[in-house]
């Protein structure tokens, strides 16, 4: 008999269950409906049911606790969780002592930020393991991060800590949908590249990138623009640069006020590898501090879509 | 017979010690010339003079232990210092062991960074008690800071943690001493606000600047700034107030990723008082996370000159 950890991942369309090694292998996984529209109450049902049927497929190994991963803010009671982005009725919601009662058996059960676990899960068994601090960035429709300070998540005196894309790189940019202006975010989160992307290319009527998307400027996005770069496109792979640069540039900062030296980023466009992680790096050489200089990189994460019933997992190992 | 602590505040031009209670009195206090062109051995012939003279004033009262702030780097061995500025063939310096060995007496003897201790002090006996959490900022000729964490300075995993004046508030602003661009200190720090207040009042013939500085460019400073717009000069009060707001732009950010409420700010340039800390608290309001607006505030320093030899006291508290 082995033991292992359930890990759920919570998103807005789908909960993801699996039975995760203290290894850091997924043994098995499946995915049901979360129902995001329909409540918390109706999500925390969902919930159950995920954790019930894997359960089931554990063979009888012994299950030595549950964590769950939720987008949101969770309080430092780790219990509530305030307002989950695309999820209904859901102000304030004690969504721990909400899936305890309904499992009914006494296990360990933790929860967290989604974004802190997949920082945790990087931690323990991705591209920061052996490494006791570092920023992790996920890149992706918006800009999000948690931050690994001594081995730990970090939480923050408010339970909100590592919101990195709203660390602003020019105080007369761009206004954010956060109400900040210039956040790294209103730079290079999805929506907003895409945006800058279509801008730029205007006049750059012979760009692979237009070919790509016949013509049609609302299919330009990190994809498309990473695909025109990577067939040598100069205008795409121009974009995709100035886009590395900048998250360079929010990093180094961070570096330079707490003294990290690694950066781990991953998320949906960091998939464009070296055609951004490239000028990033150049960014960061340049502008942390002198004794940083020798030892600051920014790597790409390694866990991807896993990284969050790894890191539920790895709440409760 | 009372308890009391030696704290020692080490600087380019002097070296203050004093003889300061556990409830943050500075009981007796004396100065002695550095002599930092000298070389590390003669500062720490200068350091133990200065712990032996105060200590020769305590009428035999209990001394728990002393403390030490240095500028530079004080490495995480709680021992080396690196490249204090303005100390002469100083690299890197066992100072903590030169100082034990030359005092000959077995007392706790802590050093610690001048900025991390003077955060330290206003955490203990000025504007920071009670708060177990903010970041510190020093504004004077640059742009310094230290980091309180759940109530202890936080030095990060190289020792320099707080380097908060080489944050950047502009990708593609001026380049900073440092290497890095657009630093908040290459816009406000003391050097730097001068020479922006001269091109701002390049045109402004009719400012009072002119005449407190009798037309003299190479004069005007933060503190003729200050004059003047408490006098009701528009344009300097035009200048202060951008400051104020550019630090508050450099603390929102530092906010949101650290989830952090308060900040407290002193040094020279702070004296401008709300002339500087209304702009910088409007930018804060607005720049922060919604969970953080209703907490999150900027105050000024309590403890000014005294913050150094109080903040070497209380590493021994």
Redesign the interface.
């Known amino acids: 008999m082995n033991k292992y950890v359930i890990g759920v991942d919570l998103g807005g369309t789908t909960v993801k269950a699996g039975i995760v090694s203290f290894g850091g292998t997924i043994i098995d996984q499946l995915s049901i409906p979360t129902q995001a529209d329909k409540g918390p109450e109706i999500v925390v049902k969902q919930i159950i049911k995920a954790i019930n049927e894997i359960t089931a497929k554990a063979n009888g190994n012994e299950i030595a606790g549950i964590g769950v991963v939720s987008p949101g803010?969770v309080g430092l009671d780790g219990n509530t969780v305030?307002a989950p982005p695309n999820f209904k009725n859901w102000d304030s919601f004690p969504l721990r002592d909400s899936i305890a009662n309904g499992l009914g058996v006494s296990i360990p059960l933790r929860i967290e930020n989604d974004a802190n676990a997949a920082a945790l899960a990087e931690a323990k068994f991705g591209a920061g393991r052996g490494e006791?601090?570092f920023l992790f960035v996920i890149w992706g429709t918006g800009v999000g991060?948690g931050?690994i300070m001594d081995g730990k998540i970090?939480?923050?005196?408010?339970?909100?800590?590592?919101?990195?894309g709203?660390?602003?790189?020019?105080?007369?940019g761009p206004v954010c949908n956060?109400?900040?202006?210039?956040c790294i975010e209103s730079y290079i989160g999805q929506r907003y590249l895409s945006a800058r992307a279509v801008r730029y290319l205007k006049d750059k009527t012979d760009s692979l990138v237009w070919k790509l998307v016949n013509g049609n400027a609302s299919e330009i996005d990190p994809r498309i623009l990473y695909d025109a770069a990577s067939k040598g496109d100069a205008a795409a792979t121009e974009i995709m640069s100035e886009a590395g640069?900048?998250l360079g540039?929010a990093i180094?900062?961070?570096m330079?006020?707490?003294?990290?030296?690694l950066g781990i980023v991953g998320g949906g466009v960091s998939a464009a590898g070296d055609l951004v992680f490239k000028p990033m790096n150049e960014q960061v050489k340049?502008?942390?501090?002198?004794?940083?200089r020798p030892?600051a990189r920014v790597i790409p994460a390694q866990l991807g879509n896993q990284a969050g019933i790894l890191g539920a997992g790895g709440l409760v190992m």
């Open positions: 803010l305030e006791k601090n991060g931050i970090y939480h923050g005196p408010h339970g909100g800590g590592g919101e990195f709203h660390a602003s790189i020019e105080y007369d956060c109400g900040n202006i210039g640069e900048l540039v180094s900062s961070f330079n006020i707490m003294n990290f030296d340049k502008r942390v501090m002198a004794p940083l030892v």
